[in-house]
């Protein structure tokens, strides 16, 4: 297998180019009802192309939630593998949301599903569940290092239930998201620019002052839009690791289609907005 550069330092450079933000495609039935179209597989289609076509030519990244694709079957798998190479194709990196997490040889399998250059669902990284153990996630960690993609684990997330787990602490003291992301710190440590093992912050989270971001590596904000989350609240929660967060906005974009301008500009705003509080930091 031919290596890619390894993903941060093609998300650094994206990120530099275009700004950090994230698209999500989350084609939700209530969307395509707003878009006018049909809750199948056809309406699918034309829901996620048109969102690649508005905006994967001027965004950093775009990341399809599977969930969606998965509601239809095998041919709703095959419009999400047109969507990755499309999203790909037009210079976005492409974060698979499938929030994937299993024993260790299982998690090989998942692993090999969308990490490994040449599968069908290939892509620049891929969402992941540490819940069964960080370590379970190694066979996905060592085919992302061997291939140039990346990992976004699930660290804090931005629902209201994750707390309980995330925000549980351990023998040691640490809570188990602080651990999470002591993990993460360990996996890009020596990494330039910016190594490529993320984790999920939620921007909707609130203060995360006792929490040390600074992993070396990105940070997936879901949570700006429609979970209530606004591009002045990134720089209370995140301080000094703003650099690295790339925000994601679905729906917040997504409900202003199926016009192609009105997507691109309802992305330009949030992407302008972004840029202001990144820049004012
Ligand atoms: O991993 C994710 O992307 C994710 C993690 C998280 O903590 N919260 C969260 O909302 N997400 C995903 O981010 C997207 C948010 O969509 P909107 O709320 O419509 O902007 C959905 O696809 C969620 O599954």
Redesign the pocket.
């Known amino acids: 297998m031919t290596s890619m550069e390894p993903f941060g330092a093609r998300l650094r450079r994206v990120m530099d180019e275009r700004g950090p933000l994230c698209v ?1 495609i ?1 084609p ?1 039935a209530s969307l395509l009802a707003g878009w006018g179209l049909n809750d199948d597989v056809a309406g699918l289609e034309r829901f996620s192309r048109t969102v690649v076509e508005a905006v994967a030519d001027r965004v950093a990244v775009m ?1 399809p ?1 599977s ?1 969606f694709f998965e509601r239809f079957g095998s041919r709703g798998v095959a419009v999400l593998e047109t969507v990755v190479r499309e999203a790909r194709a037009a210079g976005a990196l492409v ?1 698979m ?1 499938a ?1 994937r997490g299993d024993i260790g040889s299982t998690m090989a399998g998942y692993a090999e599903a969308y990490l490994h250059q040449g599968a069908p669902l290939f892509s620049d990284a891929l ?1 992941v569940s540490p819940y069964l153990g960080y370590g379970s996630l190694s066979p996905a960690v060592a085919l992302a290092r061997e291939s140039g993609a990346g990992l ?1 684990v ?1 660290a ?4 209201p239930e ?1 707390p309980e787990v995330q925000h549980a602490v351990r023998a040691d003291g640490r809570s188990v998201g602080a651990t999470m992301l002591a993990h993460l710190a360990a996996e890009n440590a020596g990494e330039e620019p910016l190594g490529s093992f993320g984790a ?3 921007a ?1 989270v609130g203060d995360l002052s006792s929490y040390d971001l600074a992993i070396n590596g990105p940070l ?1 904000a ?6 209530g989350a606004t591009a002045a609240d990134l720089p209370k929660v995140f301080g000094p690791a703003l650099r690295n967060v790339v925000p ?7 409900r202003h289609g199926p016009d192609t301008g009105a997507l691109r500009a309802a992305a330009e705003r949030f992407a302008g907005e972004i840029q202001a509080v990144v820049a004012g930091s």
């Open positions: 999500g989350d939700h990341k939630q969930a974060v949301d929030k969402t976004f699930l804090l997330t931005s629902n994750g999920v912050v939620g909707t997936l879901p949570g700006v839009g429609a979970q994601n906005v679905s729906r917040g974009v997504l």
